[in-house]
């Protein structure tokens, strides 16, 4: 595609309710990131894949956070049993896959958890 | 742990003015830093991407340099205009996989 895609763009939920947010990067980008922006702050790192590939996932912040690329392409991030404090914007990024590439982000899925 | 700080966290200067932020970080071994744009609402624009064995990078009215020594790096941006009003994000890599460090970002508005 074009660039890097995100749905839904907005999604509110109650606090308890699962939600997913669906990441689809550039196609034939080997790289996957997922990030977390609270409001007022930098995006801070949450996972990344390498094709399917889940080889960090040190920034996810407790084990109600899932992420998956199950075919190397669409990413899926799902977030369970959601509490107010997950309010935040999710960013996905992909790049070709060396640390010095450039890395294209999407526009974000809002999260606002009531 | 690599630590990204951006200052000011807000800026505000008249159209025509020349736009200086500053990034630092604290570990030099980065293996690239990337400038963004982030408008409200939406995700994070490129603007400059700089490889570790660069000094500088520039595309139109903008210029970034780097100096990893020191840990720092800076974004003029020239004869700014109303449309460069946005929050500029500057981020490291440091990892072999490219997970970035980010800075919380510096708010600029120009005024007309």
């Known amino acids: 595609g074009a660039g890097v895609s995100q749905s839904p763009r907005y999604k509110v939920a109650k606090r308890g309710q699962d939600v997913a947010l669906r990441c689809d990067p550039i196609s034939g980008h080997v790289s996957l990131f997922w990030y977390q922006q609270a409001l007022g702050q930098g995006p801070e790192f949450l996972t990344y894949f390498q094709n399917e590939a889940q080889l960090d996932k040190s920034g996810l912040p407790s084990d109600r956070f899932f992420a998956e690329r199950p075919e190397g392409s669409v990413s899926t991030l799902k977030i369970q049993r959601t509490q107010q404090e997950d309010s935040a914007v999710y960013l996905c990024?992909?790049?070709?896959?060396?640390?010095?590439?450039?890395?294209?982000f999407g526009p974000g899925t809002r999260l606002t958890v009531l | 742990k690599q630590e990204v700080t951006q200052i000011p966290a807000a800026l505000s200067v008249p159209e025509g003015e020349n736009l200086v932020l500053n990034c630092s970080f604290t570990?030099?071994?980065?293996?690239?830093l990337q400038w963004f744009r982030q408008d409200p609402g939406k995700g994070l624009t490129s603007l400059l991407l700089i490889q570790s064995s660069q000094r500088e990078q520039t595309s139109g009215r903008l210029n970034a340099s780097l100096d990893k020594s020191s840990g720092r790096s800076t974004l003029y941006i020239a004869a700014s205009q109303p449309g460069d009003s946005a929050t500029y994000l500057c981020a490291v890599v440091t990892d072999s996989w490219g997970k970035f460090q980010f800075g919380a970002g510096t708010q600029v508005v120009v005024t007309p």
């Open positions: 570990d030099s071994a980065i293996y690239n």
């Open positions: 990024a992909s790049s070709r896959g060396l640390a010095g590439d450039e890395q294209f």
